[in-house]
């Protein structure tokens, strides 16, 4: 007997519900931290490596007498999840809270570069420097595909997508798309 899907379990969101299914705005302003999240013995490199990186950046600021101790400890974890997911991420960088990093391999950041809150980064992706320019500064909610180079004083707006293998070396308007080597705009 073929039941409709509606009938089948009512504590679950189903997928003809229209009504139901409401998707959750992803705020390229307001931080969200539980896309950081991670359990005591989860193994997840990034969440991590992340964590590793908001530890020592808490520590620095802290007039903890421990706080020392605890940036030693950071350090050492940072550098510990830093080869485990092959990337390159300073402690001293400004990354907003939400940072996504789904697969971490290979993800290099100039310790300069400015990355805005809840961005999501794929592997192999590059932020940084030209000869003679400044670090890049990345708006809110904007999601670089894999093997992307963003280089050079160069502005990404919000929710901007750099497409995979794209090398943007121009600014990104708010709510574009870069794609291609080099990167042109698409509306």
Same mark, same amino acid.
């Given at each position: 007997?073929?039941?409709?899907?509606?009938?089948?379990?009512?504590?679950?969101?189903?997928?003809?519900?229209?009504?139901?299914?409401?998707?959750?705005?992803?705020?390229?302003?307001?931080?969200?931290?539980?896309?950081?999240?991670?359990?005591?013995?989860?193994?997840?490199?990034?969440?991590?490596?992340?964590?590793?990186?908001?530890?020592?950046?808490?520590?620095?600021?802290?007039?903890?007498?421990?706080?020392?101790? !605890?940036?030693?400890? +950071?350090? /050492?974890?940072?550098?510990?999840?830093?080869?485990? @997911? &092959?990337?390159? %991420? #300073?402690?001293?960088?400004?990354?907003?809270?939400?940072?996504?990093?789904?697969?971490?391999?290979?993800?290099?950041?100039?310790?300069?570069?400015?990355?805005?809150?809840?961005?999501?980064?794929?592997?192999?992706?590059?932020?940084?420097?030209?000869?003679?320019?400044?670090?890049?500064?990345?708006?809110?909610?904007?999601?670089?595909?894999?093997?992307?180079?963003?280089?050079?004083?160069?502005?990404?707006?919000?929710?901007?997508? !750099?497409?995979?293998? +794209?090398? /943007?070396?121009?600014?990104?308007?708010?709510?574009? @798309? &870069?794609?291609? %080597? #080099?990167?042109?705009?698409?509306?």
């Amino acid at each position: 007997m073929n039941l409709p899907i509606e009938d089948v379990d009512k504590n679950v969101i189903h997928l003809r519900e229209p009504s139901r299914m409401v998707e959750d705005a992803v705020s390229s302003e307001i931080p969200d931290w539980s896309r950081e999240y991670k359990s005591f013995f989860s193994w997840s490199p990034s969440h991590s490596l992340l964590a590793s990186i908001r530890t020592y950046q808490r520590s620095s600021k802290s007039k903890n007498p421990y706080a020392f101790l !605890i940036k030693i400890i +950071a350090i /050492v974890r940072h550098k510990f999840w830093s080869v485990v @997911t &092959a990337s390159d %991420i #300073p402690l001293n960088c400004e990354i907003g809270g939400g940072l996504l990093l789904p697969h971490p391999n290979g993800v290099v950041i100039h310790p300069r570069a400015v990355i805005g809150p809840n961005c999501l980064i794929f592997q192999q992706v590059t932020i940084g420097l030209r000869r003679g320019t400044e670090a890049p500064f990345i708006g809110g909610h904007v999601d670089i595909g894999a093997g992307a180079k963003i280089l050079g004083d160069i502005r990404i707006g919000k929710n901007a997508e !750099i497409g995979a293998n +794209a090398v /943007v070396i121009t600014d990104v308007p708010d709510n574009c @798309t &870069a794609v291609g %080597i #080099p990167a042109r705009i698409i509306r």
